[in-house]
């Protein structure tokens, strides 16, 4: 499935629950639970409603005792043997997060892996607080305002408080422009090359069909998830990274901070969130 088709799949997520609804009402007798509507996100809700202490159920693997807590760009997974802690980035709809550590008694030798939360590429507001969908249009999980989890010694105890919402918070997830009607929106699998680059340096993106990304800028290596919508909407996480001094190009940058993403031909250029450009990548 080309990972850009990611907005028809909240119709197929919603379409049964509409029809649930509608069988409802024509029975001769009354429902035993009223179906609470769900919408896209985009349409009544921005990504800063996000930014909060969320307890997570119907997530594969997770106790009763889990909570999810969202602030600018990282999150922190609270479960009975401490925190795993990642970045996220959401936008119009889309919504990814990557572990890249943790603390307590979760700690271990290799980075942590959260199957369920790092497969949610959608965000879907419901009556109550939000679904968390994967590509396919299934819900992996649902956050709600319900308690706190008990601080523990080796994290400050504001991990264990809702974050606080502020001017910069807006100001971080504040809608993109539209893609410039000058580009077009087609898949992005493959592998990439910055346009006037030589080859030999390296400096480069693959975007593969599981979702995950890895890129260079001919020294430093990057990586993480990415997600694409059929407007041109583009998002990426991206994990720890290298900081040598290099003469290649920005890739794993320009992938990270990208909101938008279309063609100019052949060529795939990445946009900021204000529509300037961050770089052109052709086919390696």
């Known amino acids: ?22 069988l409802a009402g024509c029975a001769s007798t009354p429902p035993a639970a009223e179906v609470a509507p769900v919408e896209v996100a985009p349409s009544d809700s921005s990504p800063v409603d996000l930014v909060n202490l969320w307890r997570v159920t119907d997530a594969d693997g997770e106790s009763a005792e889990t909570w999810l807590r969202l602030d600018v760009g990282e ?55 939000f679904m968390l969908v994967d590509a396919a249009g299934s819900p ?46 087609a898949s ?28 260079s800028d001919g020294c430093n290596g990057g990586s993480g998830r990415w997600a694409a919508d059929a407007s041109g909407g583009f998002l990426a996480t991206s994990g720890v990274s290298t900081l040598m001094a290099c003469e290649g190009a920005s890739v794993p940058s320009w992938v990270a901070q990208a909101q938008l993403a279309g063609f100019d031909g052949d060529v795939l250029v990445l946009l900021d969130r204000d529509g300037a450009e961050l770089g052109r990548l052709v086919k390696g």
Not at 79 to 95: K, Y
Not at 145 to 171: H, S
Not at 188 to 215: K, L, Y
């Open 1 to 22: 499935m080309s990972r850009r088709l990611l907005a028809p799949l909240v119709a197929k997520l919603i379409a049964p629950l509409i029809a649930v609804a509608l």
């Open 75 to 129: 999150f922190q997974l609270w479960r009975d043997c401490g925190m795993i802690m990642g970045s996220w980035r959401a936008s119009n709809g889309l919504m990814l997060a990557s572990a890249f550590g943790s603390s307590g008694t979760c700690a271990t030798e290799t980075l942590p892996v959260v199957g369920w939360l790092e497969s949610v590429e959608l965000f879907v507001k419901t009556a109550d607080g």
């Open 140 to 185: 992996v999980a649902s956050l709600t305002i319900d308690g706190a989890p008990d601080p523990i010694p080796d994290a400050a105890d504001f991990y264990a408080e809702p974050p606080k919402v502020t001017d910069d918070t807006r100001a971080y997830f504040a809608a993109a422009d539209p893609l410039p009607s000058s580009l077009t929106v």
């Open 188 to 215: 992005h699998e493959g592998q990439w090359a910055a346009e006037g680059t030589d080859v030999s340096t390296g400096a480069g993106v693959e975007f593969a069909a599981d979702g995950t990304w890895t890129g």
